[in-house]
């Protein structure tokens, strides 16, 4: 255990692919289902390469934590894992995918948690996907027994709690990064509340769906779509469980809804004020949010004239856009620096970890010696009542508590410090520990391990 | 001690104004959670104050010109408070709080001690109606720096002008339903206030002549809600209109109390 650490050979490892590293067409032949994964983490660790193992799959990236005594060895299972799963060799594979080890795998998985290698920096359902990833394996149990065990317990926890202190201490995930946040951003400063809101899509395309998709998840109520291809529009909003109407029809129904999304393909305006007018005499009653994403503008820039009406289009969206990313980047050393008190926490508990073997070794052998020198004497002092015999005992054992207790102390301080190697071996030399360490079956057990370095 | 009380709890009202605006002109869009802890500690010691006040004096701080203002200044910026917590509009203090620091610095300057016909004025009924128009005045306040804020919210909105008003200002609608609950509460507080003065000076057969300053004043307060709540009423652009006139209506409010101030300061007290 004390060479696995010294020669800095870290059982920490991340493999895996994102989008800054595959394209889109890649990254789905990588990615997993939910139902996919038990059985990919199982086989890691039943293969006995991998001690523990979490698999995080997203729409950007395909990446698997590996925690294991031969981390070479862990990460090349783990990397044909994920090329047989894509359908690929290792070595087509390889093109792809990053790896990490050691602190700079602790550390990627908390920039990752951050949102800093997100696609849109410091987006927050990234929290909630590694949180989800990190439950469904914990859930999970091979034949080898559970796949997540001490290391990577501290190891997500301590991530989730870094990515919640940077989304809370920083202006990171303050407003919105993408076009279709970004319209739900507008349309919150106009109506508070998306909650019950109706909303009209006019345009059934992909921009239209990922508009409605972030509409509906702030809290819209209820939707219409209409499309020039009814059909497509009725496909749409049976997804969305909206309701199509006729093209024709949809300037009457803007009276009866707070946000119109429009992105049609139409290469003149599809919403002029005249039609406007026509369809609601007396204008809109109460606020109407436009959001114009068309290209070419599907809505007349008069429109913006009107009463109640609040009119943006797809640079207004850029704009707002564009700030918030220019904000966040302000924000990049705030939450650098709280990745690296988390990395530096999590480093300090995880390099402990190889004092632990030591420190139990120091106490079973002194608690040996100890008991073998308390029942010798015991055997001369027989006339001693149980009370004072129980009270030799309990002298011992305060005595031997308060002579060990600085130097555990200080052999976490080493470990911490980076002194520990020497450290270590020259208290294992000095009270003939080495022979007992290397074996025993409670040493191997994360629990033990876990509650020892926790004491 | 009770001095210290002031002077503290109207510097932490400035230092949280302060720190408001420097967030605003910062424009990262964020509240600094500093500013509410010192807003609430400063809430507290203005509490304290008023304690001790009633505990010295034997009476509430409602008569005469500084009391009335100390305790004016504690209504708001408890309603900046509930306004931050309860109506989701926690950067209301940003135009609620300087408010409160003018109110509280004109207290402090004039002297917070009861006027020396205080005793004049003891009684349930008197210190109710005192109360109740201070309740009035408040809810006048919030409406206007809810107005006030809705009013360059909108144009930001309309004119696609994304600064820091845009980001740090709440929502229109958030706006909109702050500044009616304000005039709502501000009208009912208002009028009972009025009600009972009225039976007051009928129960004591004080006469008031028909150009009193005070009834005069109270009456044009009393429009100005009644004219503040029908514009926000309807449809169309009530959220401007509402807006326009709380704002509007508290500076008309305000310039007469000023006029007539002056005015009674040549022949005459006035409040």
Same mark, same amino acid.
């Given at each position: 255990m004390v060479e696995h650490f010294c020669d800095g050979d870290m059982a920490l490892a991340v493999i895996g692919l994102s989008h800054r590293t595959a394209p889109v067409a890649v990254r789905e032949r990588f990615a997993y289902d939910r139902g996919e994964v038990p059985a990919a983490l199982g086989r890691l660790v039943e293969s006995g390469v991998a001690d523990e193992a979490v698999l995080l799959s997203t729409c950007n990236r395909t990446e698997i934590y590996v925690s294991a005594s031969d981390?070479?060895?862990?990460?090349?299972?783990?990397?044909?894992?994920?090329?047989?799963?894509?359908?690929?060799?290792?070595?087509?594979?390889?093109?792809?995918?990053?790896?990490?080890?050691?602190?700079?795998? $602790?550390?990627?998985?908390? &920039?990752?948690?951050? +949102? !800093?290698?997100s696609m849109a920096v410091g987006e927050p359902q990234i929290q909630g996907q590694v949180k989800d990833a990190y439950n469904l394996a914990r859930e999970t149990t091979s034949a080898a027994g559970a796949v997540v065990g001490a290391t990577a317990n501290r190891l997500f926890q301590t991530a989730l709690a $870094?990515?919640?202190?940077? &989304?809370?201490?920083? +202006? !990171?995930?303050?407003?919105?990064?993408?076009?279709?946040?970004?319209?739900v951003e507008l349309s919150r400063k106009i109506f508070g509340s998306l909650k019950g809101r109706r909303?009209?899509?006019?345009?059934?395309?992909?921009?239209s769906e990922v508009t409605l998709e972030c509409l509906r998840s702030a809290g819209v109520g209820s939707c219409l779509v209409a499309n020039r291809t009814h059909e497509r529009a009725r496909d749409l909003a049976g997804r969305w469980g909206g309701e199509a109407i006729e093209f024709d029809e949809f300037a009457s129904a803007l009276s009866s809804v707070d946000i119109l999304i429009s992105s049609t393909a139409a290469a003149t305006p599809v919403l002029t004020r005249d039609l406007f007018?026509?369809?609601?005499?007396?204008?809109?009653?109460?606020?109407?949010?436009?959001?114009?994403?068309?290209?070419?503008?599907?809505?007349?820039?008069?429109?913006?004239?009107?009463a109640n009406v609040f009119l943006y289009n797809i640079d207004d969206l850029r704009q707002i856009v564009d700030h918030n990313l220019g904000q966040r980047r302000g924000e990049l050393p705030r939450a650098e620096a709280i990745i690296g008190e988390g990395v530096e926490e999590f480093w300090g508990w995880y390099v402990g970890l190889a004092v632990v073997p030591t420190i139990r070794d120091l106490r079973e052998r002194s608690e040996a010696v100890r008991q073998a020198e308390v029942e010798k004497a015991l055997r001369r002092l027989a006339h001693l009542a149980p009370e004072d015999q129980e009270a030799i005992d309990a002298l011992t054992r305060g005595l031997l508590n308060k002579l060990l207790h600085m130097p555990t102390v200080r052999l976490r301080e080493a470990a911490g410090n980076g002194r520990g190697t020497s450290v270590l071996d020259t208290v294992r030399y000095l009270f003939e520990l080495d022979g007992e360490a290397e074996h025993g079956e409670a040493e191997d057990s994360p629990d033990s391990t876990e509650k020892e370095i926790n004491r | 001690m009770t001095g210290l009380l002031h002077l503290t709890s109207l510097?932490?009202?400035?230092?949280?104004?302060?720190?408001?605006?420097?967030?605003?002109?910062?424009?990262?869009?964020?509240?600094?959670?500093?500013?509410?802890?010192?807003?609430v500690g400063a809430l507290v010691l203005h509490a304290w104050a008023f304690a001790a006040f009633w505990a010295h004096w034997n009476e509430l701080p409602l008569v005469g010109l500084g009391p009335v203002l100390f305790t004016l200044a504690m209504v708001l910026a408890l309603g900046s408070v509930i306004a931050a917590t309860l109506g989701h509009a926690n950067t209301v203090g940003l135009v609620l709080l300087p408010v409160v620091v003018l109110l509280m610095g004109a207290a402090v300057a004039i002297g917070v001690v009861p006027a020396s016909?205080?005793?004049?004025?003891?009684?349930?009924w008197f210190a109710l109606h005192v109360l109740f128009a201070i309740l009035g005045y408040a809810g006048l306040t919030v409406a206007f720096g809810a107005g006030l804020m809705y009013l360059l919210q909108f144009r930001e909105l309309?004119?696609?002008?994304?600064?820091?008003?845009?980001?740090?200002?709440?929502?229109?609608?958030?706006?909109?339903?702050?500044?009616?609950?304000?005039?709502?509460?501000g009208f009912s507080f208002h009028t009972l206030a009025l009600l009972i003065g009225w039976a007051w000076v009928e129960r004591f057969g004080i006469v008031m002549a028909g150009g009193n300053a005070k009834l005069a004043w109270a009456g044009l307060s009393?429009?100005?809600?009644?004219?503040?709540?029908?514009?926000?009423?309807?449809?169309?652009?009530?959220?401007?209109?509402?807006?326009?006139?709380?704002?509007l209506g508290f500076l008309l409010v305000v310039a007469a109390y000023l006029l007539i101030r002056v005015q009674a300061s040549h022949g005459g007290a006035f409040l």
């Open positions: 981390v070479v060895s862990g990460s090349a299972a783990a990397l044909s894992i994920l090329a047989e799963h894509a359908g690929e060799t290792a070595e087509a594979s390889a093109r792809y995918l990053y790896q990490h080890r050691d602190r700079s795998a $602790v550390e990627h998985l908390f &920039r990752v948690v951050a +949102g !800093l290698e $870094v990515g919640g202190r940077v &989304r809370s201490e920083t +202006g !990171l995930g303050v407003g919105a990064a993408s076009i279709p946040s970004a319209a909303a009209l899509i006019l345009g059934a395309g992909e921009m007018r026509g369809s609601n005499p007396s204008g809109v009653s109460r606020p109407l949010c436009i959001i114009d994403i068309g290209m070419p503008r599907d809505v007349e820039t008069a429109m913006a004239e009107e | 510097g932490l009202y400035g230092i949280a104004a302060a720190l408001l605006g420097v967030s605003l002109a910062k424009g990262d869009g964020r509240l600094p959670r500093m500013a509410a802890f010192i807003v016909d205080a005793l004049r004025f003891q009684g349930v309309k004119t696609k002008h994304f600064g820091a008003i845009f980001r740090f200002f709440p929502p229109l609608a958030t706006l909109e339903r702050l500044g009616r609950s304000g005039l709502m509460l009393w429009l100005v809600f009644i004219a503040a709540l029908v514009a926000g009423t309807g449809g169309g652009r009530r959220g401007r209109r509402g807006a326009w006139a709380s704002v």
